[in-house]
Nanobody
Framework: QVQLVESGGGLVQAGGSLRLSCAAS????????QGWYRQAPGKQRDLVAV??????TNYADFVKGRFTVSRDSSKMVYLQMNSLSAEDTAVYFC?????????WGQGTQVTVSS
C-alpha cells in the first residue's frame, strides 16, 4: 500500500507561482511513476505531469514550459507551477504507480484569481 499526502495548494493571483509537494509513505518497492493529475469542476481528471523510474518526464500540452515535476526521493515529489492562469484552477492530485496499481492522494485545491 502507498499513502500520499499533498500540500502547497492555495489561492494565487494570475501570473503567480505555487509549489505543490507530495509526501508518500508505505512500500516504495516497485514504484515506477510519480506525478500529478488535476480535476476542475465538472471536468474529468487530467494528467498534468509524470516522472518515470528512469527520470523521463511527460507533460500535458497545457502546462509545457510553465510547470516542472521533480522528486528528491521515491517519497517526495513536487510540482512547480509558474505563470498560473485562471484555467489552472483545479484540485491537484498526487499520483503514484506501484507495479500495475495506481495510487492517489486526497488532492489539494489550487485557485487562481484573474
Amino acid at each position: 500500500q502507498v499513502q500520499l499526502v499533498e500540500s502547497g495548494g492555495g489561492l494565487v493571483q494570475a501570473g503567480g507561482s505555487l509549489r505543490l509537494s507530495c509526501a508518500a509513505s508505505g512500500s516504495m518497492f516497485g514504484i515506477n511513476a510519480q506525478g500529478w493529475y488535476r480535476q476542475a469542476p465538472g471536468k474529468q481528471r487530467d494528467l498534468v505531469a509524470v516522472i518515470w523510474f528512469n527520470d523521463d518526464t511527460n507533460y500535458a500540452d497545457f502546462v509545457k514550459g510553465r510547470f516542472t515535476v521533480s522528486r528528491d526521493s521515491s517519497k517526495m515529489v513536487y510540482l512547480q507551477m509558474n505563470s498560473l492562469s485562471a484555467e489552472d484552477t483545479a484540485v491537484y492530485f498526487c499520483y503514484y504507480r506501484r507495479f500495475d496499481r495506481d495510487y492517489w492522494g486526497q488532492g489539494t485545491q489550487v485557485t487562481v484569481s484573474s
